[in-house]
């Protein structure tokens, strides 16, 4: 009978060996799975996750509605840029979790494949939709309670911001239907 241990072992080394050379940069949408992704690609790699959003909300001392209400959506998306730079000029390692409109800023989509390899986390507008549902943290579809009218919002969006994330990749993970683990393994596999 195989050693299940050993066998187990060996691949847990090999997905850290992976992993670790590479910095994993995860864009996509609002709800992609962005977070999720990250917690459980470290589980796998032994890396560590910075989340571009928690990062700016913690230096800020405030909420992104609150950044976004106070100082405007460029502001927030000057802290992004100047986080991103901050990332290359320190050498930072680690799985990236960025904000979905992160690859909008053509900037930005340079600066994010100088940080690490980029990869993207398509979803559709319906699978977003039923994530975001009851959410109030993200300014950008605040005052859309209605489920078509947030449909539509997210369709439009999305549409507009499709070829920055392609643009911004190196790969693209379809995540419908899939578990965090699952899309984590399908990354660390294709590394
Ligand atoms: C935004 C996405 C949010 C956050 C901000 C703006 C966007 O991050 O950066 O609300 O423009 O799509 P998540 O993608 O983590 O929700």
């Known amino acids: 009978m195989p050693d299940v241990a050993e066998f187990f072992r060996y ?10 050379e ?3 940069i995860l864009v996509g949408y609002m709800g ?3 977070t ?7 589980k796998i790699s032994g890396l560590t996750f910075l989340d571009t959003d928690e ?21 927030f998306r000057g802290m992004e840029t100047a986080l991103l730079q901050e990332l290359i000029e320190t050498g930072w390692k680690g799985i990236l979790s960025t904000g979905g409109g992160m690859p909008v800023r053509p900037e930005n989509r340079s600066l994010l494949k100088k940080v ?13 939709c039923k994530r975001l549902e009851g959410d ?11 489920h078509e009218e947030k449909l539509a919002k997210i369709r439009s969006m ?10 911004a990749a190196d790969m693209t993970v379809q995540t419908d239907g899939l578990a965090p683990k699952e899309i984590a393994e399908k990354i660390v596999e294709a590394f």
């Open 11 to 20: 691949f847990i080394r090999d997905y850290k060996e992976i992993a670790v």
């Open 22 to 24: 590479k910095n994993i």
């Open 32 to 34: 992609s799975g962005k």
């Open 36 to 42: 999720s992704v990250s917690k459980a690609l470290e």
């Open 55 to 75: 990062e700016i909300v913690k230096r800020a001392g405030k909420s992104i509605n609150a950044i976004f209400a106070e100082d405007g959506e460029e502001a």
């Open 116 to 128: 690490g390899t980029v990869v993207y986390l398509k979803t559709s507008p319906e699978a977003i």
């Open 136 to 146: 109030t943290t993200r300014p950008l579809l605040a005052g859309l309670a209605d």
């Open 158 to 167: 999305l549409e507009l911001r499709e070829p920055y994330y392609v643009e």
